[in-house]
């Protein structure tokens, strides 16, 4: 059985020139909401990983005990030799009860911070060495095809570090494509799902369904409606690591892109919408300011909202609704005792 090390990384990053035009078509929007995965640089996905020690945020500490309790059942509907696809991997602390149980397995982690990628999978490689891995820095939300990935794009540091020749790169060529062979479980968990708009999400999961291929499975964690007071101290925890999360937004757009204006002049809302079952995320102005940002002026009312994110909640026949739009079929669902979280496998 080989041993791995390291953790190749594939950058695919949207660039300077793409996150400017981001930003820009975000506030142009009424009302002003940008991408939520403009929350996740290297300080927001250290505030995002704070947020889920919360006593508030209990989805965290729900999924995981759901995987470690059911990893087994959801895991027999894939062949030995499967790669699993971690959609929006994070610190890539969820999916060690799948590589426990799977026979064989394989594993590729896609999220938007390479930084944070890099460090949580040389972590989890270290605890799986059997296990070829991989990383993938994208905006998982958007199109790529694993067929056209190959070596070219991997980080030029992984590649330069052992002064690597073509035979090397042949090498880790054919890793690549052997990876990419494998039969495919994507594994959404964190109820990330509900970052998006519903036929947004309905358009995601399709997408899913065509990288994952017609035989492909889904793993999927989806959060579900509960007692108002309870979603909203979960996003708005007493300990004030929501607001920070969401205020780092704002310190980005100053260091990344230059932008003039006061963050003080904003504070943080997280508040149950019950029409549309979900909680709206917003950082409020506190009185009327302009924001210089690559010369555009965007002016801010008193009051006015910026959304830096959504979480839909779905009931469990709403969820298997939306997936049949998106040409899934659920296969189990496992749930808490209170059943407010549930994971659905889907095939």
Not at 48 to 57: A, G, K, S, T, V
Request: aromatic share 8%.
């Amino acid at each position: 059985m080989a041993n791995y090390t390291g953790f190749p990384l594939i950058d695919l990053h949207p660039s300077p020139a793409d996150l400017a035009a981001v930003v820009l078509a975000g506030l142009a929007r009424c009302p002003k909401q940008l991408p939520a995965w403009l929350l996740y640089n290297s300080e927001g996905s250290a505030l995002f990983d704070q947020i889920c020690l919360q006593p508030e945020y209990t989805l965290t500490s729900t999924e995981l005990e759901l995987l470690h309790k059911h990893a087994a059942k959801l895991c027999k509907y894939l062949p030995a030799g499967g790669l699993v696809l971690e959609f929006g991997a994070g610190s890539a602390e969820k999916v060690g009860p799948l590589l426990d149980v799977l026979a064989d397995p394989a594993y590729i982690a896609i999220d938007i911070n390479a930084n944070h990628l890099q460090t949580a999978g040389a972590r989890l490689q270290a605890c799986y060495p059997h296990v070829p891995m991989l990383g993938i820095c994208a905006d998982f939300s958007g199109s790529f095809d694993l067929a056209n990935l190959n070596v070219s794009d991997l980080d030029k540091s992984d590649l330069d570090e052992g002064g690597l020749d073509e035979s090397d790169l042949n090498e880790k060529q054919l890793h690549l494509s052997e990876l990419f062979s494998r039969p495919r479980l994507g594994f959404f968990p964190g109820s990330s799902l509900g970052n998006f708009e519903p036929e947004e999400a309905i358009g995601f999961l399709r997408q899913l369904r065509q990288l994952l291929g017609p035989k492909g499975l889904l793993l999927i964690g989806i959060d579900q409606p509960k007692q108002r007071t309870l979603l909203e101290a979960a996003y708005n925890d007493a300990a004030g690591v929501s607001a920070a999360f969401a205020s780092n937004l704002l310190l980005r757009l100053q260091r990344d892109l230059k932008a003039e204006f006061d963050p003080a002049g904003f504070s943080y809302l997280a508040q149950w919408q019950e029409k549309e079952q979900r909680i709206a995320m917003a950082l409020v102005s506190r009185e009327p300011q302009r924001m210089l940002l690559l010369g555009e002026e965007i002016f801010f009312a008193a009051g006015e909202q910026l959304i830096t994110e959504y979480s839909y909640k779905y009931s469990p026949e709403a969820f298997q609704n939306l997936a049949a739009r998106a040409g899934w079929q659920g296969l189990e669902r496992c749930c808490d005792a209170t059943d407010g979280y549930s994971l659905h496998l889907l095939g």
